[in-house]
């Protein structure tokens, strides 16, 4: 049973900055394209940030230069710091593993809810 279970939640000041982890259970973490989505209330769930077996990585236009993606794969984990964040971050934060062509290897996450508010 592969397992991704998120941490580093909680409620922030404009401004501020949070850093999120996901850390997952599966066999080969490297070969996987790990993936920070996020949902608001009332919104689609979007892609925050992705990177990929390689590292290559890419960002929604809304949180580039201010978020930054990145692997430890002798952990297990991916991580997204957060910084400058603002009230329009405000959402739950949920992990993705994937392997592209492989639509059973797609796993999530619970989430971990962020708010941003003074």
């Known amino acids: 049973q592969v397992q991704l279970v998120e941490s580093g939640g909680g409620l922030v000041q404009p401004g501020g900055s949070l850093r999120l982890s996901c850390a997952a259970s599966v066999s080969i973490f490297s070969i996987y394209t790990m993936g920070w989505y996020r949902q608001a209330p009332g919104n689609e769930r979007e892609l925050v940030a992705r990177?990929?077996?390689?590292?290559?990585?890419n960002y929604a236009g809304s949180v580039k230069g201010r978020f930054t993606i990145s692997r430890d794969n002798a952990k297990k984990t991916v991580y997204l710091q957060m910084n400058s964040l603002k009230p329009e971050d405000t959402a739950v934060y949920s992990c993705?593993?994937?392997?592209?062509?492989?639509?059973?290897?797609?796993?999530w996450g619970q989430g971990t809810q962020v708010s941003v508010s003074s």
């Open positions: 990177i990929t077996s390689d590292g290559s990585t």
């Open positions: 993705n593993a994937k392997i592209a062509g492989w639509p059973q290897l797609d796993y």
